[in-house]
């Protein structure tokens, strides 16, 4: 689900992330989606897997798929 915010400068995407089980994992889905060009937000809980990436432009779900495999974790797609 993408989620256009009132600012027309963002967007908010939220994804499915497997495998998250705790607060280190949360800080690592976090650490390399924040490194993504015009990322400016993400939150990850583990609890539910899902991450809400704020960014500048809508982001190439590949880009996305690579960062969240680089922390050693699932891309489910799009929550």
Request: hydrophobic fraction near 40%.
């Amino acid at each position: 689900m993408t989620i256009h915010t009132g600012t027309p400068d963002t967007v908010t995407a939220v994804y499915q992330v497997r495998g998250m089980s705790c607060g280190h994992c949360e800080g690592s889905v976090s650490a390399e989606l924040s490194e993504l060009p015009g990322v400016t937000s993400v939150k990850a809980v583990a609890s539910t897997g899902e991450v809400t990436v704020v960014s500048a432009a809508p982001l190439d779900e590949e880009a996305v798929r690579a960062a969240v495999d680089e922390a050693g974790f699932e891309l489910a797609g799009k929550a």
